[in-house]
């Protein structure tokens, strides 16, 4: 994927010239929204939840150290084993290396951002091992060798007819004249398409929506199940999570999920919530022999202690890209890389460098809606604003924007010449309206009139306008 702002303008351009894309964020626009309201409505102590979510995050990300190590021991304690992977290519070539022990040719995956971060995909079909994912939605993009453009519903930006022609291309041992009209069909072939990989795969790879310290477990919360039968069939489980989604006790991971299926799909809960500790046992009916964790830093331990520090209490819900304008118009790919979003503008720029995803904290209207609607409270644009002072820093930024704000802070700074420069400037700027109110065309603002009119200012400034409205206030007293 490209990460550069060139890139990030194209593909901007092109998602909105997209009429199938844009046919299929009209899912987004709407149903999200809708059901997150409706679960947060049913439930009065939401904002309790939310507070409290975010206090048992806060506690944990201040104790890190002392939540991995213990976390670690339980596991250990439990048989299965936990590999430390300080970036990205380390947490491949461990996967690689339990996959060589295992003889794997064939590994089923559950619905993973992580190893969507780490590129696994690629690298396992690139050494002989053949990855499947499992969900439906990343079954579906895998066919069609795309990213997921939406960290909980990865093929979001396709309609059915899409999906249709994509099965109808790859599934061609099944009849040409099967009815694939109805959602229900396209699922039900999948499933069977999907069943029998469980049983060919040597190992199976999760995510985690919760690692517990206290108890060694990992949980993921899914809505199809296809988790747990990757995670029980497969002879090996491993299972790929990030640092931070340590909590310390079982009780705070259900305190969380309260919070997680309401905001991402307006659930009270997902369908499966699947608790795994260690191998199995001896009399355990089924599980897999071998349990590992790769637990990947991959920059997380750098936000520690630094004003992004918050953003390590993020989730995966999605309720911010749900209800974010910029999203709903480009969605996710224009974004380029594994996190779009507000979550995604935040994220990025911490894990590959101001300098690569600089351009994503620009990519919001500021209009606050992630932050109200993230069940953990996270500052979104107040981070935004953050990696925007870094990008202005650090010189990224194009001159005549980092000019244009010199400039005007050198004015900002003196009210006295400030005021006497803009009640030249008002009435200056009116001349070139035309008396239509609008402009069409303005000097340094052609990237913002080429697409919409920007409104011309009133004759008199904001300041003079105040000042007649005291005048006229103590005169009527
Ligand atoms: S930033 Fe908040 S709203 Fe967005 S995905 Fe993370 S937890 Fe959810």
């Keep these: 994927m490209q990460v550069t702002s060139p890139q990030f303008k194209d593909n901007a351009v092109h998602a909105l010239a997209d009429a199938q894309l844009q046919r299929a964020l009209g899912n987004v626009r ?21 507070e409290s979510a975010k206090a048992i995050k806060n506690h944990t990300l201040d104790h890190l150290d002392l939540y991995l190590e213990s976390y670690e021991e339980k596991v250990v304690a439990s048989g299965g084993k936990v590999h430390w992977a300080e970036t990205a290519a380390d947490a491949r070539g461990i996967i690689l290396d339990i996959c060589r022990m295992a003889n794997a040719r064939t590994v089923t995956k559950g619905k993973s951002m992580i190893t969507e971060e780490i590129g696994l995909n690629d690298f396992l079909s690139g050494v002989g091992v ?24 990865p093929a979001v930006h396709l309609n059915a007819d899409q999906i249709e022609a994509d099965f109808r291309r790859v599934h061609d041992h099944l009849r040409p004249d099967r009815d694939l009209s109805e959602p229900e069909a396209l699922l039900g072939e999948a499933r069977r398409v999907l069943r029998p990989e469980y049983f060919a795969a040597d190992v199976g790879i999760t995510g ?14 899914t809505n199809e199940g296809n988790g747990d039968l990757t995670q029980t069939l497969a002879r090996v489980h491993i299972v790929v999570a990030s640092i931070e989604k340590v909590v310390p006790t079982m ?92 979550m995604g503008s935040v994220l990025t720029p911490a894990l590959i460098g101001v300098e690569k995803g600089g ?52 004015f900002a700074k003196r009210p006295t010449l400030y005021r006497a420069a803009t009640s030249v400037a ?23 009139t080429r697409y919409r009119d920007l409104p011309a200012p009133e004759t008199r400034t904001f300041m003079q306008q105040l000042r007649d409205r005291e005048v006229e206030a103590r005169q009527a007293a």
Aim: net charge positive; proline share 7%.
């Design 208 to 221: 985690a929506n919760f690692l517990v310290a206290e108890t060694g477990s990992s949980i993921i919360v």
């Design 251 to 342: 009780e705070d991971a259900a305190q969380i999920i309260r919070v997680l299926a309401r905001s991402a799909t307006g659930q009270e809960m997902s369908v499966y919530t699947t608790v795994s500790t260690g191998p199995r046992r001896a009399g355990d009916p089924d599980g897999p022999e071998e349990y590992h964790v790769v637990l990947l830093d991959n920059g997380r331990s750098a936000m520690l202690g630094t004003e992004f520090q918050e953003m390590l209490r993020c989730i995966r819900c999605a309720a911010c890209m749900n209800h974010c304008p910029v999203y709903h118009a480009i969605g996710g790919h224009a974004y380029g890389w594994v996190y779009p979003g507000p």
């Design 130 to 153: 053949r990855p499947v994912e499992t969900d439906l939605g990343e079954y579906i993009i895998q066919l069609r060798n795309e990213h997921p453009s939406h960290i909980i519903a």
């Design 426 to 448: 008002v009435p200056f700027l009116k001349l070139f309206d035309r008396g239509k109110g609008r402009f069409r065309f303005l000097p340094l603002a052609g990237g913002w």
């Design 359 to 410: 351009h994503l904290p620009n990519a919001s209207t500021f209009c606050g809606r992630c932050e109200s609607v993230c069940p953990m409270k996270i500052p979104l644009p107040k981070m935004m604003r953050h990696w925007r002072e870094k990008e202005f820093e650090r010189g990224l930024n194009p001159a005549t924007q980092r000019w244009g704000l010199k400039f005007w802070a050198f």
């Design 30 to 50: 709407g149903g999200f929204i809708d059901k997150r309201r409706k679960a947060v409505e049913a439930l009065p102590e939401f904002e309790e939840l939310r």
